[in-house]
């Protein structure tokens, strides 16, 4: 989540410069964002995987904000899977709709589609309260007015912007960088993701751009850097990220890549 510890603003993240706009609508959660040729997966012109889990980390997010609110929610696991209509979109909207409000976990599920309605995608996660008691949320009406106009735009590919590189194939590492800092001041979630996703394209050379994934998180990132690690059979990718500080297994992922 991109929410920030009371009393210390909003500081400018990567998630700025993926232009979402989110409002609530009702009980759901709704956002849009375009489409730059800076967010596509290389060589391609389809939305990478790890933008449309950023943007859904937030828009699912939301759920768990109004719910858990002061505290501070986190993510504990996140599915995005993008469909073969999603080349050459242009405007992606979303949708989130609540499916389970407990008092320890909110899961929520979402849809992607692009400018002309149709479905391109979906995606799902599950949240729960930061075991920080001290981690709280600004004004929940503050984070909607964030969110409300876009931010900023992505100028460069996502890899430049936050740093992440190919180490080796399937090696993939992100530095623990204020600019994907989450509330708690670890990797945000989504952008995580693009650990993943380097990871799993870099072990996978026949593959054009991975379409689905799905994280677990186990521990927060906040020094770092992030390293995924990937292993991949006939497209598919287990893929475990660990903090090269310490050692310890942060999450574990599973990808699907279309082949070329």
């Known amino acids: 989540m991109t929410a920030q510890q009371s009393g210390e603003g909003l500081p400018r993240t990567a998630l700025d410069d993926l232009g979402l706009r989110l409002v609530p609508d009702g009980d759901d959660a709704v956002g849009d964002a375009p489409v730059l040729p800076t967010m596509w997966s290389p060589g391609t012109s389809c939305l990478r995987v790890t933008v449309a889990a950023t943007w859904a980390d937030a828009v699912l997010g939301m759920h768990a904000i109004m719910a858990f609110a002061p505290r501070l929610p986190v993510t504990l696991d996140l599915d995005v899977h993008l469909f073969d209509e999603i080349a050459d979109a242009e405007h992606i909207a979303m949708r989130a709709r609540l499916v389970k409000a407990g008092s320890s976990v909110v899961v929520s599920e979402m849809d992607f589609r692009d400018g002309n309605g149709r479905l391109v995608g979906v995606g799902g996660a599950s949240f729960m309260v930061a075991p920080d008691p001290t ?126």
Request: proline content about 6%; hydrophobic content about 45%; some cysteine.
């Open 135 to 260: 981690l709280v949320l600004p004004p929940v009406e503050l984070i909607f007015e964030r969110f409300a106009h876009r931010q900023g735009e992505l100028t460069v590919p996502l890899t430049e912007r936050i740093g992440c590189v190919r180490e080796k194939p399937g090696v993939a590492s992100l530095p623990c960088s204020p600019a994907v800092h989450n509330g708690s001041k670890a990797i945000n979630g989504g952008l995580l993701t693009l650990a993943v996703e380097e990871a799993a394209l870099s072990a996978d050379p026949g593959a054009t751009r991975v379409e689905s994934v799905h994280l677990r998180y186990l521990r927060a990132i906040r020094t770092g850097p992030a390293v995924a690690r990937a292993d991949v059979h006939h497209h598919l990718g287990r893929v475990t990220v660990t903090d090269a500080t310490t050692g310890t297994v942060a999450a574990i992922a599973t990808t699907r890549a279309a082949g070329a």
